[in-house]
């Protein structure tokens, strides 16, 4: 039998976490970040061939939905600014002891596919920080994200075109021995 969450680590940790997490879900959506490029058919017809797949929508103007990520990620020399949550959580847990990472899983939701020139902005919030866990990578705590892409209109309104919930384990991992 397991030990109940709060033997697994030091109630004076866990209530730090839980403290940083609530401190931090306050945000809502925070790290808006506009995309380096509108929408475009160059980088569509390159992940279309990196991702094997050939459908003449795609070639005509239209990007996957699941390519959403894509316009916004950070590139190679890019870094999360201060008030992102979801890094400024992993900050948090890296101080606390667990070291380790694991992506878990991600639900993406689309409610239109996107066109040739368009603007993206997104924004994340911290949705939830559930723990502590014993996995069998070790004890560590379940952070989840939530991303919100929208088109931006040139009359200044916006529109939420995609969603995706990303969650990660933030671990200690366990000892070779405990394997």
């Not at 950070?74 to 948090?92: F, V």
């Not at 991303?147 to 040139?154: D, F, I, K, P, S």
């Not at 969603?163 to 200690?172: D, P």
Request: charged share 25%.
């Amino acid at each position: 039998m397991s030990a109940p969450s709060q033997e697994l680590v030091d109630p004076a940790v866990h209530e730090k976490v839980m403290a940083e997490a609530e401190r931090i879900k306050a945000w809502g959506e925070a790290a808006e970040r506009f995309a380096r490029d509108e929408v475009n058919q160059s980088t569509i017809n390159n992940w279309l061939e990196a991702m094997g797949v050939d459908n003449p929508r795609f070639r005509a103007g239209e990007a996957p939905p699941s390519m959403a990520q894509v316009w916004t990620m950070y590139g190679l020399g890019g870094r999360p600014s201060e008030d992102d949550p979801l890094h400024s959580m992993m900050r948090a847990l890296t101080d606390a002891g667990f070291t380790a990472v694991l992506g878990t899983n991600c639900e993406q939701s689309y409610e239109r596919y996107l066109r040739v020139g368009e603007q993206l902005r997104v924004t994340t919030a911290l949705d939830s920080v559930v723990g502590p866990k014993a996995t069998g990578m070790g004890v560590g705590y379940f952070v989840t994200s939530r991303n919100t892409w929208y088109v931006e209109h040139e009359d200044g309104t916006s529109e939420k075109v995609a969603t995706m919930l990303f969650r990660v384990l933030k671990f200690i991992p366990r000892a070779k021995a405990e394997a």
